[in-house]
């Protein structure tokens, strides 16, 4: 038997065994703005930090996804042990939102304490983490609420607050408490797509076009429009013409699903990747016949949790056409995080933005809006090597720890260990510099020659008293010309002045010191190697020996010849 046959390690999200408790809803009732049904999603408690992936190599067991020998007696069964549970799982469910509604108010912290802290590109989570002690599961939540009040959602579409943070309470539980893809990743990237689209962009040219975007529906739908609403954020007014925020172009039911599609991207995430569900047969790969296995594993899971229960629904003001586009945009964006996707999108981003032929991004046209935000999102997805160093290392541990735990998973399964996942054989400068030069860069050049990226203007004069700073870090050093070509980033320069891009700016710090260690490590190794040639150069101790009784034969002979 092999070692994956003989192997069970566990996913466990089938009805008949989980590691952690969940609860299967079966409310009755509708949402206003469409119909829920029974049994739709477990709701989770708090995760534990051990994986829990099943992986099949053989048969299923009866009664599981993709199972195809369901037979009637495990079926009853299940039936049953869901029916004896029910009475139970109610009750726990309702004290869970009577608890929710008690501490509504004492569960939000400070509107501005949290708000200067979000005003920054690097926001400091993680001492927001700490700042939070025993409460900092909730941190998902709490801040997606300060975001919806700095933006005015809340007003916009008459979302009812208790609803909505019963949801995102939910929903945050939901995230299991694993090194890298866990409620903080989250929240990060959460803060991160809302920075982007309401900070001020340098030369960003703002358009409310209502009466294109009116008209474009009317003819395609034969009914009047509605007005389309916008945001703006109540932090970060922009009060000069020179600048120009993303919010200001991108209807605020699009800019909410990509809020919404952030805090949901990486729900129950189990710490193991695509490649590796796939190749040990977990039930969700069956199930989304190995394509972006995780990404529809968090988006369907992160939908079935909204759906499951009435008191979740903080979208019952939206009508029936709003909520079916706000569905699709958030789907939509979630499966835009797959890696395996990346190139495909920046080449249709690159083809729209970049192109001498193309007329940009137009922002009357909303699959054009929709391309931008899931840029947006991968982005912000990926935004460690963007931030201070000591932020980018903090990530940076984060996600090796987690790839080294299912690089000691494959090794039990006896499977190969997938590259950089290796404990035993760490090569984290080439991950960290591979990564920035073959995804990030390529990603943040295409963003910012797009004129998307917020950023400054510099006068020129100041530009000479900063002249240490290589051209605004803005160009990613690489031995490779044409990746050198691809990761320029040239400085923008408009009137004497030029803009200055935070984000850019850590991005080409970090890479220079990531290649400045892979050249250390190179330069020890080969001094290494020629330290051990030089060793193994010198005569080996049975070598000495034999030498050493030459030298006596010869003393010896040498004494004799005296002696005659």
Same mark, same amino acid.
């Given at each position: 038997?092999?070692?994956?046959?003989?192997?069970?390690?566990?996913?466990?999200?089938?009805?008949? #065994?989980?590691?952690?408790?969940?609860?299967?809803?079966?409310?009755?009732?509708?949402?206003?703005? !469409?119909?829920?049904?029974?049994?739709?999603?477990?709701?989770?408690?708090?995760?534990?930090?051990?994986?829990?992936?099943?992986?099949?190599?053989?048969?299923?067991?009866?009664?599981?996804?993709?199972?195809?020998?369901?037979?009637?007696? %495990?079926?009853?069964?299940?039936?049953?042990?869901?029916?004896?549970?029910?009475?139970?799982?109610?009750?726990?469910?309702? =004290?869970?939102?009577?608890?929710?509604?008690?501490?509504?108010?004492?569960?939000?912290?400070?509107?501005?304490?949290?708000?200067?802290?979000?005003?920054?590109?690097?926001?400091?989570?993680?001492?927001?983490?700490?700042?939070?002690?025993?409460?900092?599961?909730?941190?998902? %939540?709490?801040?997606?609420?300060?975001?919806?009040?700095?933006?005015?959602?809340?007003?916009?579409? #008459?979302?009812?607050?208790?609803?909505?943070?019963?949801?995102?309470?939910? &929903?945050?539980?939901?995230?299991?408490?694993?090194?890298?893809?866990?409620?903080?990743?989250?929240?990060?990237?959460?803060?991160?797509?809302?920075?982007?689209?309401?900070?001020?962009?340098?030369?960003?040219?703002?358009?409310?076009?209502?009466?294109?975007?009116?008209? *474009?529906?009317?003819?395609?739908?034969?009914?009047?429009?509605?007005?389309?609403?916008?945001?703006?954020?109540?932090?970060?007014?922009?009060?000069?013409?020179?600048?120009?925020?993303?919010?200001? =172009?991108?209807?605020?039911?699009?800019?909410?699903?990509?809020?919404?599609?952030?805090?949901?991207?990486?729900?129950?995430?189990?710490?193991?990747?695509?490649?590796?569900?796939?190749?040990?047969?977990?039930?969700?790969?069956?199930?989304?016949?190995?394509?972006?296995?995780?990404?529809?594993?968090?988006?369907?899971?992160?939908? =079935?949790?909204?759906?499951?229960?009435?008191?979740?629904?903080?979208?019952?003001?939206?009508?029936?056409?709003?909520?079916?586009?706000?569905?699709?945009?958030?789907?939509?964006?979630?499966?835009?995080?797959?890696?395996?996707?990346?190139?495909?999108?920046?080449?249709?981003?690159?083809?729209?933005?970049?192109?001498?032929?193309?007329?940009?991004? *137009?922002?009357?046209?909303?699959?054009?809006?929709?391309?931008?935000?899931?840029?947006?999102?991968?982005?912000?997805?990926?935004?460690?090597?963007?931030?201070?160093?000591?932020?980018?290392? #903090?990530?940076?541990?984060?996600?090796?720890? +987690?790839?080294?735990?299912?690089?000691? +998973?494959?090794?039990?399964?006896?499977?190969?260990?997938? @590259?950089?996942?290796?404990?035993?054989?760490?090569? &984290?400068?080439?991950?960290? +510099?591979?990564?920035?030069?073959?995804?990030?860069?390529?990603?943040?050049?295409?963003?910012?020659?797009? !004129?998307?990226? @917020?950023?400054?203007?510099?006068?020129?004069?100041?530009?000479?008293? *900063?002249?240490?700073?290589?051209?605004?870090?803005?160009?990613?050093?690489?031995?490779?010309?044409?990746?050198?070509?691809?990761?320029?980033?040239?400085?923008?320069?408009?009137? !004497?002045?030029?803009?200055?891009?935070?984000?850019?700016?850590? &991005?080409?710090?970090?890479?220079?010191?990531? #290649?400045?260690?892979?050249?250390?490590?190179?330069? =020890?190794?080969?001094?290494?190697?020629? &330290?051990?040639?030089?060793? %193994?150069?010198?005569?080996?101790?049975?070598?000495?020996?034999?030498?050493?009784?030459?030298?006596?034969?010869?003393?010896?002979?040498?004494?004799?010849?005296?002696?005659?």
């Amino acid at each position: 038997m092999s070692p994956m046959e003989s192997t069970s390690s566990r996913w466990e999200r089938s009805n008949s #065994k989980r590691s952690h408790q969940e609860y299967s809803t079966s409310s009755q009732g509708s949402h206003s703005n !469409g119909s829920f049904g029974a049994n739709l999603l477990t709701i989770p408690k708090q995760r534990s930090s051990s994986m829990t992936l099943t992986h099949y190599t053989g048969p299923r067991r009866a009664g599981e996804i993709g199972s195809a020998n369901v037979s009637k007696e %495990s079926f009853h069964y299940i039936e049953k042990k869901k029916d004896e549970r029910k009475e139970t799982i109610d009750q726990t469910q309702n =004290n869970l939102l009577v608890e929710q509604s008690y501490t509504l108010e004492t569960m939000l912290l400070d509107h501005d304490s949290l708000m200067e802290k979000m005003n920054n590109w690097n926001f400091q989570i993680f001492d927001l983490v700490k700042e939070m002690g025993d409460q900092s599961g909730r941190i998902l %939540s709490q801040v997606t609420y300060t975001l919806f009040q700095d933006t005015g959602l809340f007003e916009i579409f #008459k979302i009812p607050t208790q609803e909505f943070m019963n949801y995102f309470r939910a &929903l945050e539980n939901g995230y299991r408490d694993i090194p890298y893809h866990n409620r903080i990743h989250a929240t990060d990237v959460l803060h991160a797509v809302w920075y982007l689209t309401t900070r001020p962009i340098p030369g960003f040219q703002q358009i409310h076009n209502d009466n294109i975007m009116e008209s *474009e529906m009317e003819e395609a739908s034969g009914i009047p429009p509605a007005p389309v609403s916008y945001i703006s954020s109540k932090s970060c007014p922009i009060v000069d013409d020179s600048y120009g925020c993303l919010a200001s =172009n991108i209807p605020a039911l699009e800019l909410m699903a990509l809020y919404v599609a952030a805090a949901m991207h990486d729900y129950d995430h189990p710490g193991r990747t695509n490649a590796f569900l796939v190749a040990t047969n977990a039930p969700q790969a069956v199930l989304y016949n190995d394509r972006s296995v995780l990404e529809n594993h968090h988006a369907a899971s992160a939908w =079935n949790l909204f759906l499951s229960r009435p008191e979740y629904n903080f979208l019952s003001n939206l009508d029936h056409v709003e909520f079916k586009r706000f569905r699709f945009l958030v789907i939509e964006a979630i499966l835009a995080t797959d890696l395996k996707k990346h190139f495909d999108f920046l080449a249709e981003f690159n083809a729209k933005v970049n192109d001498i032929n193309s007329n940009g991004i *137009e922002w009357s046209n909303e699959n054009d809006r929709l391309l931008a935000c899931q840029i947006c999102i991968k982005l912000a997805d990926i935004n460690g090597p963007a931030k201070t160093r000591e932020l980018h290392l #903090k990530w940076t541990e984060g996600i090796v720890n +987690e790839f080294y735990e299912q690089g000691d +998973e494959e090794a039990s399964l006896g499977l190969p260990i997938s @590259p950089f996942m290796d404990r035993s054989s760490p090569q &984290l400068a080439k991950l960290q +510099e591979s990564f920035i030069t073959h995804i990030v860069g390529p990603l943040c050049n295409s963003y910012n020659a797009a !004129g998307l990226l @917020p950023g400054q203007w510099i006068d020129e004069e100041e530009e000479d008293a *900063e002249s240490t700073e290589d051209d605004d870090g803005t160009q990613l050093e690489s031995d490779d010309e044409e990746m050198e070509d691809d990761l320029i980033l040239k400085a923008q320069r408009k009137k !004497g002045r030029r803009i200055f891009c935070q984000l850019i700016h850590h &991005l080409s710090e970090n890479h220079k010191i990531w #290649k400045k260690v892979i050249e250390e490590e190179e330069k =020890n190794k080969t001094e290494g190697a020629k &330290l051990l040639t030089e060793i %193994s150069s010198l005569p080996q101790a049975d070598e000495i020996q034999v030498i050493e009784e030459a030298d006596e034969d010869d003393e010896r002979q040498l004494g004799e010849d005296k002696t005659c």
